[in-house]
């Protein structure tokens, strides 16, 4: 599958953005979806990740309660909503699929981790500063 990541942005502390990643070329609902971000002089780290129905998710603890992925597999589109930015939060976010439907156990096991996804999108800036 090909990911194109878009809506990022300069954005000023406690504002909100929605990145979004169009899948095509495969059919989405077959993949687990992951964002992940990079800031400067970092490691890419994980974000969020929705399974391949939508019905489970999890966050990195830094964006819990900030931030919310979400799906449309009739658009073949994820979601990550972004409120109450801060400027830690400027990276580089990219938006990952892993094929497949796995059990829950599995999925949680793995969702976080970037090497177990295998297609990426390009990345789009999210830049937060007054």
């Known amino acids: 599958v090909q990911l194109q990541a878009s809506g990022g942005g300069l954005v000023r502390p406690g504002d909100s953005l929605r990145l979004s990643c169009a899948a095509s070329?495969?059919?989405?609902?077959?993949?687990?979806m992951g964002w992940f971000r990079q800031g400067p002089g970092k490691e890419r780290e994980f974000v969020a990740a929705?399974?391949?129905?939508?019905?489970?998710?999890n966050y990195a603890d830094s964006v819990k309660g900030r931030f919310t992925i979400s799906r449309d597999n009739a658009k073949n589109t994820g979601y990550l909503q972004m409120n109450s930015l801060k400027p830690e939060d400027t990276a580089v976010y990219y938006c990952?699929?892993?094929?497949?439907?796995?059990?829950?156990?599995?999925?949680?096991?793995?969702?976080?981790?970037?090497?177990?996804?295998?297609?990426w999108g390009q990345g789009t800036l999210v830049t937060v500063s007054s």
């Open positions: 990952a699929a892993r094929e497949g439907h796995y059990i829950l156990s599995y999925y949680y096991a793995n969702a976080s981790k970037k090497e177990w996804y295998d297609s």
């Open positions: 929705i399974s391949w129905t939508g019905g489970n998710t």
């Open positions: 070329g495969r059919t989405f609902n077959g993949y687990t």
